[in-house]
């Protein structure tokens, strides 16, 4: 993929793609395997529709197990070791009887359209820790 800026963005769901971006995302995705092609269905059409991709069938399928091995790796700067991976299932919501993909083709002449948006599916795959060490805090009441 090409060089992008990256947006963090909580009020969106899934993956934002411009569209060059999106369309090779896509092909790749319709590569993986025959199931994939016979059952993926991508909606481009962002003005009235939800502008994701959906399987014809449960997240869950057996039909689906080698898409679940993907990962995408983002890259945050020029350094080859300051990134981070993320599986295609992160971005998948089983809808019973289909998937859906929130892999999404970002409007053109929008403010993010030439961005890479990550949402909120993409941050739920981090855990904060903290550790407070009080050891050496003198009581000053």
């Known amino acids: 993929m090409s060089v992008l800026e990256a947006t963090i963005a909580l009020n969106f769901p899934g993956l934002g793609l411009p569209w060059y971006e999106y369309q090779q995302f896509i092909n790749l995705l319709y590569r993986i395997n025959s199931n994939i092609t016979a059952d993926l269905s991508c909606d481009v059409s962002t003005a009235t529709s939800t502008g994701i991709c959906q399987l014809a069938n449960s997240c869950f399928s057996d039909r689906y197990t080698e898409l679940w091995t993907y990962q995408l790796k983002i890259q945050f700067d020029i350094a ?9 299932g992160s971005f998948a919501i089983d809808g019973g009887d289909v998937c859906n993909l929130y ?23 981090f855990v904060a820790l903290f550790i407070v060490d009080y050891s050496g805090v003198a009581n000053t009441d």
Do not use: K, P
Not at 105 to 120: I, K, M
């Open 103 to 125: 892999v999404q083709l970002l409007e053109s002449g929008t403010a993010q359209s030439t961005n890479l948006v990550l949402g909120s599916m993409w941050l739920q795959n």
């Open 80 to 88: 080859a070791n300051n990134y981070t991976t993320v599986g295609l």
